[in-house]
Every structure is written in C-alpha cells, then in structure tokens.
C-alpha cells in the first residue's frame, strides 16, 4: 500500500475547511493617532512623548541600521485606561482578555450635540435614539461614541479646551464624554465589552470626580481614548481589534486599534 505524506494530507485538509465569510476581504482602517512630538497627554503629565536616536546610518560593515528608545507616560495619545486606573484589585493591562479587545463594534454618532457644546455628555437617550434607527446593540458589543472632536487633533486648544499646560489648566478643561448614567447603562442593559472615544477622556473636561471611569473600569471594562477616523467608519458590522502594550501591572498604554468592515 502506497505511503502518504502526513504533511501532504494535513494541508489538503486544512485547504478543505470553509474560510469564514467575509473575513479575508475586510476594509481596514487605523484608529491610531501616531506617537511624536505632537502627541497630546493631560496637561499635569510631567512628561511627554520622546524619541532618542541610539543608532542611525550605516555601520563599519556597510549595512544600514537604525535603532530608538522611547519614552511615554502610559495614559496619551491614542491609549488604552484599563481596569485599575479608576478601580482598585481590577484587571491590569496585561491581564485584560483578548476577547475585551476584540469583536464586534457599533459607531454612536453624537457629533452634532458634541460640537455645539463642548461639555456635552452623552446620555441613555443618545444611545437609545440611535437604536431606534440601527437596532439594539447586542449584548457584549464594543461601543465607540464620535464626538467629532478627532478632528481637532493634535491642536491641544481646539481639543482640550486650553491650550494652557500644568495643574491651572485642568480646570478649563472643555470637551465632551460619556455621561455616568450612560455609563451604568452600557453596564446594566447591554453588557458591553469596552468602550471608546475620539476624546482625552472618558470623563468629559470638567469632571472632578470621574464617575464614568469608575462605573466602567469598576465593571472591569477597558476604555479606549483619543481614538482617530471614527468619521470613517459605519455605524455597525464593525470587527475590531484593540491591542495595547503589554505592561505588566501597568494601568493603561499606548493603544494601536483598528477597525475591518
């Protein structure tokens, strides 16, 4: 009897298996603003993003080689909040499940409220009118909410409110967020996995207690703030994928997520 190879017969198998629909040929888009000096982080960081050349050129043996340190607060730019940044004994970055940074995603669009006031917060209703028109999110869903103010970015007055740098500015903070009502709606009626913005917080400018952080980082929720190109995107059938660095113990870090469709 003639011999096959285990190999050959392994890849006519997995050649065999159904590839899920769609999957290979989604649209992606990047909601990731780059990190450089223009990166924006709350006005009390004591530092800011840098980037130090420790090699660039090429060498004695005549290839090219570059190579960079970098430095960077964890909570800026486009960034992940986890759990323990507002909730103490929860879910540290490099604890959060993949299956919270991942999956499906709606888009609520609530730019119109937003840029006519920039400390609007987005309440049960938003979400609810939305649903009148798209449908109920599902359970376990991430939620993204466009204020229209990723436009902004990186212009640290038009974004922030201020352009004024330090503890003195932290009061004359304007720009819009999530309401906690909305917060513990998300929590109780829809379950949601994560939830993001294209905003620095997600705690609109003037809070002074951030319940919104506490109600869903004490749901052991992740956030996603400073997202960019929500514009971009449609409202649902959205798959996204949200992968911070992996900080062991850490509160929060740079964030490179992005959106298929």
Sequence with gaps: MKKHCPWLLFLLFACSQPVKPGFTDLSWIDLTHAFDSTTLYWPNNLKNFEIHTDAEGTTAQGYYYASYSICT?????THLDAP???AEGKL???LIPLSSLTGEAVVVDVSQKALADRDYRILPQDIEDWEKTNGRIPDHTIVLFRTGYG???PDREKYFGTAQKGP???PELHFPAIHPEAAQWLVDQRKVKAVGLDTPSLDYGQSTD?????????ANLPGFENLANLDQLPVKGIYIVALPMKIKGGSGGPLRIIAGW
């Design 73 to 77: 607060p964890e909570h800026g730019g």
């Design 84 to 86: 323990i940044h507002f």
């Design 92 to 94: 540290t970055s490099d």
């Design 151 to 153: 436009k902004f970015y």
């Design 168 to 170: 003195e500015a932290i």
């Design 210 to 218: 951030f319940k919104t952080h506490q109600i869903l980082m004490g």
